[in-house]
């Protein structure tokens, strides 16, 4: 039984026949489009290394099942810079030296972007903390990342801005 | 990982006829199925994905008070959801609490109620384990028990479900809704998922082909809002499963507690409301003393399984410590390091008021 699919991955349609319905999102862009940049870490979402954006929304691909996400827009690292200008992000990474090793770094940087987008932290460097919690550093950067992922969302987002005032004026 | 068929049916009745089939597998977001899958642990022979099912990504707020949450809304969504958020905050709480935000953008309402076990002889296929494989034993009993069940558990089987979210759902009374081969029906999800007894296999009342369509919260969920929390004791702040954790609900009347609501979680297989102590509290001023005895009674049947007597003076200690803070209001915004126990509530009069 085989499985055709179609993907937009970093801006690019592919179309792509899967032989097997077991193939994850991260197994398909590492084997099959040679886009090495999620990496495969635990390969059970524990670890974080394999995060992409999935319609925007950074997920684990290691858990994900390609044939499930048949018609899905997928951002990896390869798609974040715009030619030669980097990312406000990997531009931060760089900035605050949030990485060591570099393993875990383009999962670390596609969290970061997702969280960002979520809008949820604020500059709150506890919140930063805590949404980055799934990804893990063997390399113990962490002090670097949050620095890193506070910089490029101030220059992302401008004034800080709570979502949570917004429902406490609905309540009222 | 074994080989499976997979099959996307476009309808309810399609995804019902071909999950009645033995072998056959619901798949959502995978976030546990597939690692399970990836382990051995779980190998059907089909998945039936539904995640292109119409009408069960929905947060649905009715004219009779009651929400409806879809089946396929993810965590991260349902946890910030205004309505959620404002009217169930112990929800969004509890929600935030749990795994990463990576796992809570795929999750889903369902999957999240239906998840497996974290036991450690239940993912390890080299365990006996009356869960996973019938009748072969339990290997837990004996083991590393330091996170077993305290209450409800059997000779057969001693592990905890891990939802944080069951856990308020069970306090506020929260309806399970079903479409089967039977047609559809309605549970409470407090009698959604069986206690171990003599069939630790079976974890739910789901019938082969059964399919969660919504979960549902009754009008009166919400007159909890202003004084709600669900606190969870971790053994790291983010990113881990509960060693013991609670949800409680206050409705208060002048300087007494009209009705309270409490509920356990990762104490047995099941979320576990604590109805006796929740009688305690009705009609009481809201004191250290009757927080006590509430905690006394929400544990007087507790027992240790292994080594983990612990548990049951920590999970009296965070009923206390839930009811206190709940007394003194909701915070306006889930904490920074949701449901901590850690975590100073904000100060300030409460926008759930």
Not at chain 1, 91 to 96: D, G, K, N, V, Y
Not at chain 2, 113 to 125: E, G, S
Not at chain 2, 190 to 210: I, N, Y
Not at chain 2, 267 to 277: G, T, Y
């Amino acid at each position: 039984m085989s499985f055709p699919i179609t993907l937009t991955v970093n801006g690019t349609a592919r179309s792509i026949v899967l032989e097997d319905a077991r193939v994850t999102l991260l197994d398909l862009l590492r084997e099959r489009l040679d886009l090495t940049g999620a990496k495969k870490g635990c390969d059970r979402g524990q670890c974080g290394a394999c995060t992409i954006l999935i319609d925007g929304v950074r997920v684990n691909s290691c858990l994900a099942l390609a044939v499930s996400h048949d018609g899905a827009a997928i951002t990896t690292i390869e798609g974040l810079a715009q030619n030669e200008a980097l990312h406000p992000v990997q531009a931060a990474f760089l900035e605050h030296d949030g990485f060591q090793c570099g393993f875990c770094t383009p999962g670390q940087i596609l969290s970061a972007v997702g969280l960002i987008q979520e809008g949820q932290t604020g500059g709150d460097p506890e919140r930063v903390r805590e949404g980055m919690s799934g990804n893990l550093c063997r390399c113990g950067a962490y002090a670097g990342i949050t620095q890193a992922v506070l910089m490029a969302h101030a220059q992302m987002t401008g004034p800080d801005v709570l979502p949570g005032r917004q429902i406490a004026e609905d309540a009222a | 990982m074994k080989a499976f068929d997979y099959l996307r049916p476009s309808s309810i009745a399609e995804a019902v006829a071909a999950a009645g089939r033995p072998g056959a597998a619901y798949l959502a977001a995978g976030t546990n199925l597939v690692d399970l899958m990836k382990g051995g642990v779980t190998r059907p022979d089909t998945l039936v994905d539904i995640t292109r099912l119409p009408g069960l990504d929905r947060i649905e707020r009715r004219a009779n008070g009651t929400t409806r949450i879809g089946a396929l809304v993810r965590n991260a969504t349902l946890a910030h959801d205004p309505v959620i958020a404002r009217r169930y905050p112990a929800l969004a709480e509890a929600l935030l609490s749990g795994a990463s935000g990576q796992l809570r953008n795929a999750a889903t309402t369902a999957g999240n109620v239906l998840q497996r076990t974290r036991c450690a002889y239940f993912t390890d296929t080299a365990s006996a384990c009356n869960k996973r494989d019938p009748g072969t034993g339990c290997d837990a009993q004996g083991g590393v028990t330091r996170a077993h069940a305290v209450l409800g558990w059997s000779q057969h089987c001693i592990a905890t479900h891990p939802s944080d979210f069951c856990v308020p759902l069970a306090a506020l009374d929260a309806v399970v809704e079903i479409e089967g081969p039977a047609g559809p029906r309605s549970v409470p999800l407090d009698a959604f998922h069986r206690l171990p007894g003599d069939h630790p296999e079976r974890e739910t009342v789901l019938e082969p082909g059964d399919l969660v369509v919504a979960v549902t919260l009754p009008a009166e969920a919400e007159t909890f809002a202003g004084h709600s929390r669900y606190l969870k004791v971790r053994e790291r702040t983010s990113y881990a499963f509960a060693v013991v954790s609670a949800a409680v609900g206050l409705r208060l009347d002048g300087d007494r507690i009209a009705e309270g609501r409490i509920a356990l979680g990762s104490v047995a297989l099941k979320p576990w409301r604590a109805r006796e102590a929740e009688h305690l509290l009705a009609g009481a001023a809201p004191t250290p003393e009757i927080f006590a005895r509430a905690a006394e009674a929400a544990l007087a049947d507790a027992k240790p399984s292994g080594d983990n007597a612990y548990k049951i003076e920590l999970a009296r200690r965070i009923v206390v410590r839930a009811l206190t803070l709940a007394v003194a209001g909701t915070p306006d915004r889930v904490p920074a390091l949701p449901a901590s126990p850690f975590a100073t509530p904000s100060a300030g009069v409460s926008a759930h008021a």
